[in-house]
């Protein structure tokens, strides 16, 4: 497993999150002068896009985020995503933030297994800071956080080998390898089996780098080449033009990663039959990680310079179904190991707030811990709702 593949795990399904939730905000805006009180408007959606935005590149915790460190549990994963989503006025009930997750998680699981070299995987995470930069184009202050950000990325990424950025491909795959949901979007332009796992592509440019298959060469032992032979290739394949830009301003030239809710359109996700049969065999319970109480000092180190926002009761409900009774039979219907519980602790600043916080996790009743299970960040990021 590669120590360095969750900053591009988190920034990419981040951005995702976004693109997902700011076609959806579009959609059930209305405008100003003719919204009432508990509607949304194009204000309220920038305000959100805001808030989540700055939340998710807060400079103490990219400091962080950005140090070599395991990847985090799925459970964990999914509770940091719960907490970014309600970062400001917006709320999601379960089966709404479900189905955000579950299309962030294949739509980046899908980028993944089409980056053309793994070295590519560092331009889809930039394609996605090039669109959140565009969400907050009047907000110079955020954008100076995303910039950062896109500093960061250079420096931590700029100087691995193609071996090393193979490996955070592969950790990549073997965290989303189990993850076989349907999306409507994918179905309709067929790149997506029925069982949920994605077709890919035999034709196409080839990796930067490398050249149109079709040829084979035998060379002699002083490295000449004698002899050519050609053969015809299954796809139609072409050379690329160009290879895309790593700088912090440029053309990527690869599309992945790019907004594909742009053009308006439904989207839905369905659980495929192996999928439920896989998870309920692979049910995960709230287990205590050995390592909590340090775990727990380190996030509330790390919290301590954030603002703590209470949660307002009044929040603009969003829903990512078309009508209220798709929502409310989603969440009927969705299997019960695909439901995260999210424990709520307020990361506090005052003196002793570390050890009031390893108290409260010793306090709660969790269920018994499996052999095997040492996971890292099981409980301490539950407490992300303090972002």
Not at 87 to 103: C, E, G
Request: include cysteine; hydrophobic fraction near 40%.
């Amino acid at each position: 497993m590669s120590l360095r593949t969750l900053p591009l795990l988190f920034l990419n399904l981040g951005g995702e999150m976004l693109y997902i939730l700011d076609q959806r905000l579009r959609a059930q805006s209305i405008p100003g002068e003719k919204a009432r009180k508990d509607e949304w408007t194009d204000v309220d959606r920038k305000r959100v896009m805001n808030d989540i935005i700055t939340t998710m590149f807060n400079q103490k915790f990219l400091e962080e985020l950005f140090k070599p460190q395991e990847l985090y549990s799925k459970k964990a994963l999914r509770t940091v995503y719960d907490r970014l989503a309600h970062a400001s006025i917006m709320r999601l009930n379960q089966a709404s933030m479900d189905k955000l997750y579950d299309l962030m998680t294949m739509a980046f699981k899908y980028q993944v297994l089409l980056c053309p070299r793994p070295k590519d995987i560092l331009l889809i995470t930039f394609n996605h800071l090039d669109a959140i930069k565009d969400f907050i184009m009047d907000a110079p202050g955020i954008l100076n956080q995303v910039d950062e950000a896109f500093r960061q990325l250079i420096e931590t990424y700029s100087c691995l080998s193609a071996g090393e950025f193979q490996l955070i491909r592969q950790t990549l795959l073997v965290f989303f390898q189990d993850m076989h949901i349907r999306v409507s979007i994918f179905l309709k332009d067929k790149v997506q089996n029925s069982n949920g796992r994605f077709v890919l592509p035999i034709s196409g440019p080839v990796p930067w780098g490398t050249e149109v298959p079709g040829v084979i060469r035998l060379f002699n032992q002083n490295g000449d080449e004698v002899k050519r032979t050609e053969f015809t290739t299954g796809g139609n394949y072409v050379a690329p033009q160009r290879e895309g830009s790593f700088d912090l301003y440029g053309d990527r030239v690869l599309k992945l990663g790019t907004n594909m809710y742009s053009i308006s359109r439904p989207v839905e996700t369905h659980m495929s039959g192996s999928s439920k049969n896989l998870v309920s065999h692979a049910k995960e319970n709230i287990v205590p990680n050995p390592l909590a109480k340090e775990e727990l000092n380190f996030l509330a180190r790390l919290l301590g310079g954030l603002e703590v926002k209470t949660p307002s009761e009044t929040g603009f409900r969003l829903n990512l179904f078309t009508t209220d009774e798709e929502e409310e039979h989603a969440a009927l219907t969705r299997p019960e190991e695909l439901s995260y519980k999210v424990i709520n602790i307020e990361a506090m600043q005052e003196p002793g707030g570390q050890a009031e916080l390893s108290r409260i996790l010793g306090e709660m009743e969790v269920a018994e811990p499996r052999p095997e299970s040492t996971e890292k960040g099981e409980d301490l990021l539950a407490l992300m709702d303090a972002l």
